[in-house]
């Protein structure tokens, strides 16, 4: 199995460094690279033994028939890899193609809400956020 990661999750985490350091998460930046290298490797490393469900809708934006699997960091952490599946040649391939922290996730659902007040599929969408959490 072969885990890979689109440009834009690396670069998310090159600048994750500089966020976990600015925002006081980490007193030195050394520690926050070691984090955030650590979170990607765990991502790399761990994901194909990662239980894994199909994503909401709202990440189909990033890619069509999206999963994702959840990364414990500590007991206050946890973060979120969405990622696609592929065969070839009788391997698995993931493609990591987002990650978040519930956080984010939240923020997302809130704002999806409001735009989904005027929906007529307000019950089933969230339904899907519901079980997302």
């Not at 990662?50 to 994702?68: L, N, T």
């Not at 493609?95 to 989904?116: A, F, N």
Request: proline share 5%; with cysteine.
């Amino acid at each position: 199995m072969n885990v890979y990661a689109i440009p834009a999750v690396i670069e998310y985490f090159n600048e994750l460094v500089d966020i976990l350091y600015e925002k006081g998460y980490f007193s030195y930046t050394v520690i926050s690279e070691i984090y955030a290298a650590e979170l990607f490797d765990d991502i790399i490393t761990n994901l194909p033994g990662k239980r894994h469900r199909p994503a909401p809708p709202y990440y189909d934006r990033y890619g069509k028939g999206m999963y994702f699997a959840s990364f414990t960091k500590n007991k206050h952490t946890t973060w979120y890899a969405f990622f696609q599946k592929y065969e070839e040649s009788g391997k698995t391939i993931y493609l990591v193609r987002y990650t978040c922290t519930p956080y984010k996730v939240r923020v997302l659902v809130i704002i999806t809400q409001k735009h989904i007040v005027c929906s007529r599929n307000f019950k089933k969408t969230v339904q899907d956020w519901a079980a997302f959490f």
